[in-house]
């Protein structure tokens, strides 16, 4: 129930593609789904984020779609490059009630982008 | 600003030791969070405080304590170091709590043996 499932485990795309990486919820407590990138040796930095009252969000060439009757969002990037080449990670905020939540994490995707 | 800074960079202990994970954010943050990250299991929550004076445990607490010392500072200790410990552990923060956009430290690599 407290899960966040994402697939797939790695991906490699060439440069201009558009690699969609995919998540699945149970709960429907969750209310905030943030992506996030973390590159070698460095702490995850927040990339986007979506509530799901929005059903897709695009920030740059980082689109987010959310299906919330299938209790599925996605991660679309577009015009990859090999700079975008890191592990990312969906998560889900569950929460406990007021202002109170945390965060819970898939297990990551490494995406390697080639020239 | 130096965002969230984490001490030490890299630690190896031995099994039984003891160590304090030092975590630090200058961005005037009210929540501060402590996270393990081991090989294909993303990130897991060990503690977080919502707010200065309050700490509450995460998805895998046992083994670990955590201090709050003020606005700026958060420390999460080992008091007896096991193999199953070894992992890479982030600090992070956010204005707000309740987990909304929180800004990750750079982490420590510790390796207990």
């Known amino acids: 129930q407290q899960q966040v499932k994402q697939s797939p485990q790695s991906l490699i795309v060439q440069k201009g593609g558009i690699p969609i990486i995919n998540c699945a919820y149970e709960n429907t407590a969750f209310d905030y789904f943030p992506w996030y990138q973390q590159f070698p040796g460095k702490g995850p930095a927040l990339l986007i984020a979506?509530?799901?009252?929005?059903s897709e969000k695009k920030e740059g060439r980082f689109t987010i779609s959310f299906n919330k009757s299938a209790k599925q969002f996605s991660l679309h990037i577009m015009d990859s490059q090999p700079g975008d080449s890191a592990t990312y990670f969906c998560?889900?905020?569950?929460?406990?009630?007021?202002?109170?939540?945390?965060?819970?994490f898939g297990k990551g995707t490494k995406l390697s982008v080639k020239p | 600003n130096a965002g969230v800074t984490q001490t030490p960079k890299f630690q190896v202990l031995k099994t039984g030791q003891s160590m304090t994970l030092q975590c630090a954010q200058d961005?005037?943050?009210?929540?501060m969070y402590w996270y393990r990250q081991d090989p294909g299991m993303g990130l897991r929550l060990i503690y977080y405080s919502a707010s200065e004076g309050t700490t509450d445990k995460g998805e895998v607490p046992n083994g670990y304590n955590v201090s709050r010392l003020n606005k700026r500072e958060f420390s999460l200790r080992l008091e007896s170091a096991a193999p199953s410990q070894t992992s890479v552990y982030f600090c992070a923060s956010s204005r707000e709590g309740g987990g909304y956009e929180q800004y990750f430290g750079p982490g420590t690599r510790l390796t207990v043996t």
């Open positions: 998560a889900a905020r569950v929460n406990y009630g007021g202002s109170q939540g945390n965060l819970i």
């Open positions: 979506i509530r799901p009252d929005v």
């Open positions: 961005m005037n943050h009210n929540s």
